[in-house]
């Protein structure tokens, strides 16, 4: 099956500072990709959907300012979560879907804690 | 409002036995409905999809049945085993770019 990837797995900063995570696709062209947030024992809260070439849509109470969100090409979408506070630390996870395609390919999380 | 209750919330079965676990939508205009599993720190794997012109689909252990006229669709899992213990979501979407909408997820324990 198609293959997401997300690096890095988990990073810890310190309050204030700005953390990127990066999705890729592997082995497919994602021309949609989705940025969830979950929190333990929880179900996935979706963040924001970026289009390839387009500035990425949030879902409603989701600062943009905040979670910066860059999709340039096909195979990766970045999240930047600026000027990181406590309540940030969560675990983020991407999706990536093919155009015209039902199926999506979830990564395995970045788990961010900061302190 | 939630447009994908799922229930139950956990689930413990015991070796052998069959998981079944319930998810019910609200909006008509759904047309994909896959089945997630999710181990603790990792991200959540497509186990099985279904579309509402079927009402039921199996692959190996794993069986959706589909009732369109009552909205509703669930996950059976025959002979389950200790690696089957996870988190499973249903999840519902429109065609299209649509995001997936899910359920709140049932942690299923399978015992020996």
């Known amino acids: 099956g198609a293959v997401v990837s997300q690096h890095p797995s988990w990073v810890i900063c310190k309050s204030g500072t700005s953390v990127k995570i990066e999705c890729r696709s592997l082995d497919f062209q994602a021309t949609t990709m989705f940025w969830y947030r979950q929190f333990p024992k929880q179900s996935l809260m979706l963040m924001a959907t970026?289009?390839?070439?387009?500035?990425?849509?949030?879902e409603q109470g989701v600062e943009k300012d905040k979670f910066l969100i860059n999709h340039a090409s096909l195979t990766l979408s970045t999240l930047t979560v600026t000027s990181a506070h406590p309540e940030d630390s969560s675990f983020y996870i991407c999706?990536?879907?093919?155009?015209?395609?039902?199926?999506?390919?979830f990564g395995p999380g970045t788990r961010l804690l900061v302190l | 409002q939630q447009q994908v209750k799922q229930s139950p919330q956990s689930l413990i079965v015991q070796k052998g036995g069959i998981s079944i676990i319930n998810c019910a939508y609200e909006n008509t205009a759904f047309d994909y409905f896959p089945w997630y599993q999710q181990f603790p720190g990792k991200g959540p794997a497509l186990l099985i999809a279904i579309r509402p012109d079927v009402s039921e689909k199996k692959e190996g252990r794993f069986t959706i049945s589909f009732n369109k006229s009552a909205k509703q669709f669930s996950l059976h899992i025959m002979d389950s085993q200790p690696g089957d213990s996870a988190t499973y979501f249903c999840?519902?979407?429109?065609?299209?770019?649509?995001?997936?909408?899910f359920g709140k997820g049932t942690r299923l324990s399978v015992i020996a």
């Open positions: 970026s289009n390839e070439g387009s500035k990425a849509t949030y």
């Open positions: 999840a519902a979407s429109f065609s299209g770019n649509t995001p997936l909408v």
């Open positions: 999706s990536a879907r093919e155009r015209s395609a039902e199926t999506q390919y």
